[in-house]
């Protein structure tokens, strides 16, 4: 996907659709999620969702010049505040921003991200690990609330909690996905503080240190979906039953990681559809925040 390959719409109408399509063709928890989103928010949902898969395939996936790429879809973004976009992405972004007033710096931390990701594979500390997350995820959120109407910094505090629980919990699933890739998210001093090294990740040794490591690591996931909770209470209705949805999804895949004992480097845990399909009228019950 770039900048210049599909063509400008030429309403308003077609660059939302164009999102629409995007978001049930790319992202199958989007559908689910969007039923419990009023009407009239959906299509800025879409056109927020369109910018992130957008800069993520960017990021991820595009052949060429992936850093020349992004500053493509950088030049993009900011012609959504001083000028006319072209791609209908962003000439549907650039109604949301102008609705929503939402400032620019959410959308560039997610594109700076995704420049990381070509120049960085590793991180030291845990420390490291959340400032990465601060901005491959937690932005996300942080739209979000722009799109109901929450600007305070408490709210987006607790949101950031649930984002960056939500990707720590997809680095601990995909340990053996992203190993291949040549990135590994466990920081290099909790290798250490478990006796476990890179050379044994590397050989997919399976040993007691990796089962000390992992629990470690999901333990302290698990409580920062507990502090993200704390958000539930602070959201209308609607909203609060989506960050319900992801937070019960993401507290899914740590129990189905603890199902196989851990053992991440020869499973990767996932959730079927079924599971998928229960967390829904989990959804609208209360979730406690006690627990391990």
């Known amino acids: 996907m770039i900048v210049e390959g599909p063509a400008k719409p030429n309403s308003r109408e077609e660059a939302f659709a164009y999102c629409r399509r995007m978001a049930h063709t790319h992202y199958e928890n989007f559908t689910v999620a969007s039923w419990f989103l009023p009407r009239q928010a959906r299509p800025h949902m879409y056109s927020v969702y369109a910018f992130c898969r957008g800069v993520d395939d960017l990021g991820d996936e595009a052949e060429g010049d992936r850093l020349a790429l992004l500053d493509e879809w950088e030049a993009e973004l900011r012609r959504c505040y001083d000028g006319g976009p072209r791609h209908p992405a ?28 070509q120049r960085v594979n590793r991180y030291a500390t845990y420390e490291d690990l959340l400032e990465y997350c ?14 109901f109407g929450h600007r305070d910094e408490e709210r987006q505090r607790l949101s950031d909690a649930t984002c960056t ?22 920081p290099r001093e909790d290798l250490a503080r478990f006796g476990y090294s890179e050379e044994d990740l590397e050989a997919g040794l399976f040993n007691d240190e990796f089962r000390r ?42 129990d189905a990681i603890e199902r196989i004992d851990y053992d991440v480097l020869h499973r990767r845990p996932a959730l079927s559809k079924l599971r998928k ?16």
């Open 134 to 147: 601060s901005y491959s995820a937690n932005p996300v959120g942080r739209l979000v609330l722009y799109l």
């Open 277 to 292: 399909a229960l967390l829904v009228p989990r959804a609208l019950l209360p979730i406690s925040t006690g627990g391990p």
């Open 90 to 117: 962003f000439v549907a972004l650039q109604e949301t921003i102008r609705q929503f007033q939402i400032p620019p710096e959410p959308f560039l931390r997610l594109i700076e991200a995704n420049r990381r990701d």
């Open 165 to 186: 629980a939500l990707q720590l919990t997809n680095f601990w699933q995909d340990v053996a996905v992203d190993l291949t890739k040549g990135r590994v998210y466990i």
């Open 213 to 254: 490591l992992m629990p470690f690591e999901v333990r302290r996931t698990r409580a920062l979906f507990r502090v993200g909770l704390g958000l539930v209470d602070l959201v209308d209705g609607r909203l609060r039953i989506d960050l319900k949805l992801f937070t019960l999804g993401g507290l899914a895949v740590l």
